[in-house]
């Protein structure tokens, strides 16, 4: 069976094009009437509006909303346990570092990562992906970082690769082994940076487990200095620079993150105006994480202002067992309208083309286009404008993940 025909599609929203959209750009997106899309081999080879070619298969979209699939540019999907028990801690507004300090955060994370065995991992979130799948997500990036030690590190890695293969999921794997400063090197800190530079990022390399390297830069994890050392060390070994920046304390990461060329910077809370420029200067993708900020009870990103200011801005989960254990991108999609103040044709192209150019996909996902895979959503909606109003519901029908229907 080779041609597939999506029909009866009430409204078909997409960004197109094959890099970020930025400034004004970013809410130009094409809606069509009466459309269908035609596939063919996993690949999108035709679309239109009004009468439809003929195929080998029928998929009715019902008159309803169908957009691309969802793209989720920043999870940290691969870890052991969960942290409910930092719930009440947050209800009485202890701040992150001081949990960090005593020993929570992210830091229980790692031991419970490395009590986990490699299929252990895998099948915990294999079970986190069929749920994003659920919610329309059909890519994802996914960051190690619960390691903190090479051969910890390896072994998320290898798991995320493991279930890239076993997966309908997309997932393109992030290296974060600055994620923290292990407590046996708090004070050795540059023998840590040592390690990450001279021996995880080589053996990463290596074996080909990573398209990127990120840094946690922040008050009490890593500098700007060490941030951009440990990037330029990824670089020299062809790992592509993200960085974690901004979410606490404005430390100097969204300067560095233009200056360096990296290709995202996450987070971007207190990003200061310096930060804006920088990234708009380098071309950096802001990728913003607003369920984060919901529920940290933190102040949100200024997406507006970014936009304004022509930097390119993603939206994304932020998936994690801490600070946001949340994998429904519907979720960021409202948030993003009601507390970035983006309209709903930004918010598509910022969890569709502009998050797939934060991880490098830009060219194969993130829209509904000729030469593009054909991951696409069917809605339980009439229209963009509706999927982006309701809140608390799951509005995603039918998911198609290179032509074939993964879910619904």
């Keep these: 069976m080779n041609r597939t025909l999506i029909r009866n599609i009430g409204q078909l929203a997409t960004p197109t094009g094959r890099a970020a959209k930025r400034g004004p750009d970013q809410g130009e997106i094409v809606l069509l009437e009466n459309a269908w899309v035609l596939t063919e081999k996993g690949m999108i080879t035709a679309v239109g509006t009004g009468e439809a070619p003929t195929a080998d298969r029928v998929i009715d979209a019902g008159g309803q909303l169908v ?18 028990n930092e719930l009440a801690m947050k209800i009485r507004n202890v701040p992150y570092l001081e949990i960090l300090a005593a020993g929570g955060g992210i830091h229980s994370t790692v031991k419970a990562t490395h009590a986990a065995t490699e299929e252990a991992l895998i099948e915990k979130a294999a079970a986190a992906l069929d749920e994003m799948l659920s919610f329309g997500t059909t890519t994802c990036e996914a960051k190690s970082g619960y390691g903190l030690q090479t051969d910890e590190e390896l072994k998320q890695l290898r798991a995320i690769r493991a279930l890239n293969e076993r997966h309908p999921i997309d997932l393109v794997p992030t290296f974060l082994g600055a994620h923290a400063l292990p407590p046996a090197y708090k004070e050795r800190r540059e023998d840590f940076i040592r390690l990450l530079c001279d021996e995880m990022i080589p053996a990463v390399a290596e074996e080909k487990l990573a398209r990127f390297c990120d840094v946690f830069c922040e008050t009490g994890v890593f500098t700007a200095a060490e ?21 606490i ?3 100097g990461g969204s300067q560095l993150a233009g200056r360096i ?24 993708i802001a990728c913003c994480l607003p369920a984060t900020s919901f529920y940290l009870n933190a102040t949100y ?16 989960s932020d998936f994690n067992p801490g600070s946001c254990p949340c994998l429904n991108l519907q979720l960021v999609m409202n948030l993003g309208c009601l507390k970035y103040r983006m309209t709903p044709e930004e918010v598509l192209t910022g969890v569709t083309l502009n998050a797939a150019a934060a ?11 000729v030469g593009k895979q054909a991951d ?18 799951n509005l995603a029908g039918t998911v198609i993940k290179k032509g074939e229907i993964c879910h619904g």
């Design 227 to 247: 941030a951009e050392e440990i990037l330029k060390a990824g670089k020299r070994y062809g790992l592509i620079p993200k960085i974690h920046a901004d979410e």
């Design 359 to 369: 991880i490098g996909m830009a060219e194969r996902v993130g829209s509904a286009e």
């Design 67 to 84: 957009t691309p699939g969802l793209v989720d540019a920043h999870t940290h999907l691969i870890f052991g346990g969960w942290r409910q």
């Design 261 to 284: 060329g990296a290709i995202s910077a996450e987070h971007l809370i207190v990003c200061p105006e310096e930060g804006i420029e920088s990234m708009a200067k380098g071309g950096t």
């Design 249 to 251: 304390d404005p430390i």
């Design 376 to 393: 696409l959503v069917i809605w339980k909606a009439p229209d963009l404008n509706y999927l982006c109003y309701r809140l608390g519901s």
């Design 301 to 316: 990103a200024p997406a507006r202002k970014m936009i304004e200011a022509g930097v390119p801005v993603a939206l994304a």
